[in-house]
């Protein structure tokens, strides 16, 4: 079976204190209203700024459930890259999952398919768990190019990888014009998306790695419409932005899966 995620995207919000205090209240919310599956089979991903992973870390340490995520990181393991945050450095402090291609890195940072599939590799290199994020634009959408793109990005950045490699990594489904918008996707266009999905999986791959590929939606997911979207038979979970700054939200979110 393959696993769940929750994953909350916090972007650049929070300063340290007020991401520790974030975290402390999720941590109560879940100790007090425990989730009711094991770890193998559901994991609640927390990825704050960078400031704040390390701090993170220590604090989920001994949560099982719990494993912390970089929103970024470089495909080179060390040098002159200024700004920039490696895979060592991330693994070094515990951390478990990177988020790569999110749209917002795609979009105003420039981050290119090769770029991204550089990325992908080097952070399964060192076992950390890629969530790679694909997902169309609202006219890509409109022109109903939106599997043709999905597919490209999966064959520009992922597709590469050995059968080994690819299955250590996550995938997230966050069309662009849901993000931050309040428009969510319908269950319905979620599904057969995270499908199309899994079908490539299988033509590029075989059944057994697309079965077990964890799929997670992201775009304006919220505590009411969660329930519907995880409900589909390939919505493996989500990747939570605004919602999981809340820490009401997210836990509502959580238990909903
Ligand atoms: P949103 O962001 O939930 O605020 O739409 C999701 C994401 O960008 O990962």
Redesign the pocket.
Known sequence: MRKKIVAG?W?MNKTLPEGVGLIEQILKGLKETPVAKPPEELIIVLAPPFILLERACQMVSTIKNVSVAAQNCHQKDSGAFTGEISVPMLKAVGVGYA?IG???RRSYFKETYSELGAKVDNAIRHQLTPIF?IGEVQEEREKNRHFDIVLEQLEGSLFHLSIDDFSRAVI?Y?PVW?????V?ATPAQAQEMHAFIRECVRKKYNNEIAENTTILY?????PTNAPELFSMPDVDGG??????LKAGDFLSIIHSI
């Open positions: 995207n972007k988020i999110h749209s917002e994020c997230a966050e849901a993000i931050g918008t309040g969510t992201g775009g304006s997911c919220n990747l939570i932005g605004g919602a999981s």
